[in-house]
């Protein structure tokens, strides 16, 4: 039998032999001490990477965007998001529970918001007195299929931050992928005073954590509320190095994973049984919509999983997400099994 090849998400990335010597030989110590001296190196290097003060490494996304918002908010407050950001639909309400704090969604297009509709909500919150602590940037944003804030855009919400007084956090698990698809600056995409979180577990293939970025005072406050929720680590500079070594030998490639998510979806646009919008094909990941509906897609995401084609997914639509350990050959057969399946189900 083929091997399997799962799509499901970037997620499933592997170490490759270098990122395992890296892990072997790495220096260690107590990080709950901040004694480690791997962890204080990756700090250093991600902190310097996006031009800001200091970084605290993490065990996870999830929890890296909920201490940025806790942080920046009281109990009570609204944070402004696009309606299906990943902080709101993907992390199991810790916003109101580890926070205390409301969604001010925001309806985007791909996911992608307008500053004129942010502001738009964030006034009429404060009419109803309302207070809106934060506004949560998703770069590159997950539900909307790997899209990238363009840059008139991030200068538009960037300069509405410092109008309104209102701190900008970008979620940034997959700000790498948008660096790589843009060349933009690292810097440039995190406003005077914002923050960061990046995946390091995702694209960059490192076994698990992410950093949080800011000044200085917000990582320090930071590391407060890490310990508050348990995420205190001690001899984790075998992860740290494993991060440290994604970042110098693994962003250069992230443009061959958008790539091959491009070929896959340029290979299955004449299907007629799927929508496809590629303009929104910007990085590594893929919707397919399925146009007969949830149930269909459903059956023909059970279908690909015998043929070993492994997806996710998500009502009428399946993801398909390409990183590190898939190559030219798995996208292909990927794409033509999909293909070859709704040919089946068409006859």
């Known amino acids: 039998m083929n091997r399997i090849i799962d799509l499901r998400s970037d997620t499933f990335s592997l170490p490759d032999e270098g990122m395992r010597r890296a892990i072997r030989d790495a220096e260690v110590g107590n990080s709950g001490f901040r004694e480690d001296p791997s962890v204080r190196k990756l700090e250093e290097a991600c902190a310097a990477f996006f031009g800001l003060e200091a970084a605290v490494f993490l065990p996870s996304g999830t929890m890296a965007g909920q201490i940025a918002l806790n942080v920046r908010s009281r109990p009570g407050d609204l944070v402004a998001i696009e309606e299906n950001g990943h902080n709101l639909r993907f992390e199991a309400g810790s916003m109101a529970l ?17 500053p004129g509709r942010v502001r738009t909500a964030v006034t009429s919150a404060r009419d109803h007195g309302a207070r809106v602590s934060c506004i949560v940037l998703e770069n590159t944003s997950n539900f909307g299929g ?38 933009e600056e690292p810097g ?4 005077q005073g914002g923050s960061v979180s990046a995946c390091l577990s995702k694209g960059l293939g490192a076994p698990m954590g992410s950093i949080l970025a800011g000044s200085d005072g917000f990582v320090e406050e930071a590391r407060r509320v890490q310990q508050l929720l348990g995420g205190v680590m001690r001899q984790v500079g075998f992860m740290a190095a494993a991060g440290l070594y994604a970042l110098r030998n693994n962003l250069g490639r992230l443009r061959e994973d958008h790539a091959r998510c491009r070929r896959i979806a340029e290979r299955l646009t004449d299907c007629a049984e799927l929508e496809i919008d590629l303009a929104a094909v910007q990085t590594n990941i893929l919707y397919l919509r399925i146009r007969a509906g949830e149930a269909a897609a459903e059956d023909l995401r059970i279908r690909m999983a015998r043929e070993g084609i492994l997806a996710f997914r998500v009502g009428d639509r399946i993801r398909l997400v390409t990183y590190l350990n898939l190559d030219d050959g798995d996208c292909e057969r990927a794409a033509d099994t999909i293909a070859s399946l709704l040919r089946e189900r068409r006859a």
């Open 98 to 114: 580890v926070s205390g704090t409301q969604a001010l969604t925001v309806r985007g297009d791909r996911g992608i918001m307008d």
């Open 146 to 183: 790997g899209t990238i804030y363009p840059r008139e855009v991030l200068e538009g919400m960037f300069r509405l931050s410092g109008e309104l007084g209102i701190p900008v956090h970008v979620d940034g698990a997959r700000i790498w992928n948008a660096l790589a698809a843009t060349g």
């Open 188 to 191: 440039s995409l995190i406003p």
